[in-house]
């Protein structure tokens, strides 16, 4: 078995490439920023002029080539980042307004061009079910004729692949851009098509936030109505530089009902609200159990507590989903609960959420109707 390579090495490795219009080699240059090595995997960011970012894909895959030939290499992610001098703060916007500017845009500039609103599908912290939520909700979106996409933004644990069905790896026509996976009807992209699923993330926070943003960027979405946003648990570094980045139309907090859960996803709340993104409002995730054999209903993580926050708060309660394991057993296989059971009581629950949600961005305009897509 080979040895595990060296940073070292891997820093020998870069410097044999060469800046295309510097001629100098991308380690004296001081571009290699963040580089992590863990048994065998590799992650480092190439720190760019922003002017120059566009250009300078077959300069990282040169990066990620050289480190690849180590001897002990199981994998290498590396990213461009752009540190963007003088960059204006988001205009403030009044509570409950779209950003400033137009659709997905702060001052009327667009990070992803085609898309008119992005929506943040978020929580406090881990395990009440937020990506399983993002998923069904962009299904019943979808489902109402809208051109949706999904971003997995949760770069250290990525699900998206596995609840959309979706495997490969997404194609580059012509080295600058990425096509984004699709699976009924709905795009997606995540660092999970980019990388083994069993491969750990060691990136620092600037690296991750430079994947984000070239996910946004480089990624030809197309003409999209809503891009739902897969964020990463919690109000660490990169929820906080996402939603002041990236000019979202508003935000889905997710709970479950417990006490412990709620404190968490009030703080989600009101970062959003320090940093003038509007809260669409309060999913109850796990909000009751009803048994599979005697429809006995139970309320494990107590019941209510969402709602009760939405309105201590302010914002909307937009619905509750129960704990069942249909959803869970249709997350995992990659058959969203909206998709193959479109009939069903708990996807009518999440069209529920879904209608409010599109009636809140869209003003009200009726959706369009479309041909349901059913998996059998």
């Known amino acids: 078995m080979a040895a595990t390579p060296t940073e070292a090495a891997v820093i020998d490795a870069l410097k044999r490439v060469l800046d295309p219009d510097r001629r100098q080699d991308v380690v004296s240059l001081g571009m290699v920023k963040g580089l992590a090595v863990r048994d065998g995997h590799v992650g480092f960011s190439l720190e760019v002029e922003a002017k120059r970012g566009p250009h300078l894909e077959p300069l990282r895959k040169a990066a990620e080539k050289a480190v690849e030939a180590l001897p002990g290499v199981l994998s290498v992610t590396a990213v461009l980042t752009a540190e963007r001098a003088g960059a204006p703060a988001a205009a403030a916007r009044a509570p409950g307004a779209g950003p400033a500017g137009g659709p997905n845009s702060p001052g009327g500039k667009q990070l992803v061009?085609?898309?008119?609103?992005?929506?943040?599908?978020?929580?406090?912290?881990g395990g009440v079910g937020k990506s399983t939520t993002a998923t069904n909700l962009a299904m019943a979106l979808a489902g109402k004729g809208l051109k949706i996409g999904i971003l997995d933004a949760d770069i250290y644990g990525p699900s998206q692949p596995r609840m959309m069905g979706i495997?490969?790896?997404p194609q580059s026509p012509d080295g600058k851009t990425l096509m984004p996976m699709s699976n009924y009807g709905v795009k997606v992209m995540s660092m999970g098509f980019l990388v083994p699923e069993?491969?750990?993330?060691?990136?620092?926070?600037?690296?991750?936030?430079?994947?984000?943003?070239?996910m946004m960027r480089d990624v030809a979405?197309?003409?999209?109505?809503?891009?739902?946003?897969?964020?990463?648990?919690?109000?660490?570094?990169?929820?906080?530089?996402?939603?002041?980045r990236v000019p979202l139309a508003g935000a889905i907090i997710v709970s479950t009902p417990q006490d412990i859960a709620l404190i968490d996803a009030r703080k989600g709340l009101n970062m959003f609200r320090k940093v003038d993104v509007p809260v669409?409002?309060?999913?109850?995730?796990?909000?009751?159990?009803?048994?599979?054999?005697?429809?006995h209903v139970e309320h494990i993580f107590g019941h209510g507590g969402a709602k009760a926050e939405a309105a201590k708060t302010g914002v909307d309660f937009l619905g509750e989903l129960p704990l069942h394991i249909v959803i869970r057993e249709t997350s995992d296989g990659g058959r969203p609960i909206v998709i193959s059971e479109p009939e069903g009581a708990h996807a009518k629950a999440y069209r529920a959420i879904a209608d409010k949600v599109w009636a809140k961005l869209s003003g009200g305009d009726a959706p369009r109707a479309a041909p349901r897509i059913v998996v059998s």
Do not use: F
């Open 280 to 295: 669409l409002g309060i999913v109850e995730n796990m909000s009751y159990h009803v048994c599979s054999n005697c429809g």
């Open 113 to 125: 061009p085609g898309v008119k609103h992005i929506v943040a599908v978020a929580s406090g912290k």
């Open 167 to 169: 495997s490969g790896r």
């Open 221 to 244: 979405w197309g003409e999209l109505d809503v891009l739902v946003v897969d964020m990463p648990p919690g109000t660490g570094d990169a929820q906080l530089t996402m939603a002041q």
């Open 198 to 214: 069993d491969t750990p993330m060691i990136w620092r926070g600037p690296m991750v936030m430079g994947a984000l943003e070239q």
